[in-house]
């Protein structure tokens, strides 16, 4: 069974200040990766997803993910954080050609990003 | 083009009553998944639909199921609800069941149990 694990669990961070948020999975087989944020009371909002190419993936506000595969990382990165990334960070896998399993993601158990002035 | 809308918002229950909970996918998505998230389990899939046939299933007991109608429309259903239910539980929708489709996520359903 794969699984997710982000190391940190709160990470403060000061405005303009780079950030980069940990994320490691097992799995014996392959899997596309992704990183959610949430937002205080909202749902979950795509990041950026890993399917197969370049491991250097770009995605909404800044944020970019190296796929590591020797290291079975995909760590999130952003510059320059700002306030308004202030919100809970998730990776997540699916595990590719499951039956019956394309949009089954698991999650890590999420990264609280505090920026602070 | 309007997100996956899920109601009610918020709602209370009482221990032992059941619950429905309803969500409308992205127009012309016909995958429709759930997932409950709570402080002490997180993030956990409980089933996905495709095409009104449940494809998957999470570790979650006999009292969580689900449907989708013909039009992607899903619910999912709560029997003999326990203080332990008490959560957020979200909708997502997809346009197929292969992997590398984008998953959109609705703003969710908050559960409180009493």
């Known amino acids: 069974a794969q699984s997710v694990t982000q190391l940190d669990s709160q990470v403060p961070v000061f405005e303009e200040a780079p950030v980069e948020l940990r994320c490691n999975y097992s799995s014996s087989v392959s899997v596309y990766l992704f990183w959610y944020v949430q937002y205080p009371n909202q749902g979950l909002q795509l990041l950026l997803k890993?399917?197969?190419?370049?491991?250097l993936v770009k995605g909404i506000n800044g944020f970019e993910a190296e796929f590591n595969k020797s290291q079975t990382s995909f760590h999130l990165r952003k510059p320059s954080v700002h306030i308004s990334d202030t919100a809970e960070y998730f990776c997540?896998?699916?595990?590719?050609?499951?039956?019956?399993?394309?949009?089954?993601?698991?999650f890590g158990t999420g990264t609280q990003l505090k920026v602070e002035l | 083009k309007a997100g996956v809308t899920q109601t009610p918002r918020y709602l209370i229950k009482t221990r032992g009553q059941q619950v429905t909970l309803s969500c409308s996918p992205i127009s012309g998505h016909r995958s429709v998944s759930w997932y409950q998230q709570t402080p002490g389990q997180g993030l956990q899939f409980l089933f996905e639909?495709?095409?009104?046939?449940?494809?998957n299933k999470g570790n979650f007991p006999g009292r969580f199921s689900g449907r989708q109608f013909s039009n992607s429309r899903s619910e999912m259903n709560v029997s003999t609800l326990e203080l332990g239910d008490s959560a957020l539980y979200l909708c997502?929708?997809?346009?197929?069941?292969?992997?590398?489709?984008?998953?959109?996520f609705g703003e969710g359903s908050w559960l409180t149990v009493v």
């Open positions: 997502a929708s997809s346009p197929g069941t292969g992997a590398g489709n984008t998953i959109y």
């Open positions: 639909y495709f095409s009104e046939t449940q494809r």
């Open positions: 997540a896998v699916i595990i590719v050609g499951l039956t019956g399993g394309g949009n089954k993601l698991t």
């Open positions: 890993y399917l197969s190419g370049s491991t």
